[in-house]
């Protein structure tokens, strides 16, 4: 059973720092890609940043040069490096991780962790 476990969330003022983890269950190369998304109160879940099996990586236009995803494969963890906040960066931000098999998408959640910006 896939477990995504979420950490490091908290308030933060703005032009401030947090670095979110995501610990993930098994080997994080068994999924083509790990993504980081964010859910502000009303909003829906939109993709912040993103890093495939091969190391790729894709940021959103509003956290590109601010925000870093990387991971650490020994321990099966991906990174969210967030600098330079702003309230607008306030949500749930949610580890998810996804998988194609025979042709059928796979998507795994975590729980979430709470982000504040205060401004």
């Known amino acids: 059973q896939v477990q995504l476990v979420e950490s490091g969330g908290g308030l933060v003022r703005a032009g401030g720092s947090l670095r979110l983890s995501c610990a993930v269950s098994?080997?994080?190369?068994?999924?083509?890609?790990v993504n980081w998304y964010r859910q502000a109160p009303g909003n829906q879940r939109d993709l912040v940043a993103a890093?495939?099996?091969?190391?790729?990586?894709n940021y959103a236009d509003s956290v590109k040069g601010r925000f870093t995803i990387s991971r650490d494969n020994a321990t099966n963890t991906v990174y969210l490096q967030m600098n330079s906040l702003k309230p607008e960066d306030t949500g749930v931000y949610y580890c998810?991780?996804?998988?194609?098999?025979?042709?059928?998408?796979?998507?795994?959640w975590g729980r979430g962790t709470q982000v504040t910006v205060s401004s």
């Open positions: 998810n991780a996804d998988r194609s098999r025979f042709g059928r998408l796979y998507n795994y």
């Open positions: 098994g080997s994080i190369f068994s999924f083509d890609a």
């Open positions: 890093i495939t099996s091969g190391g790729i990586t």
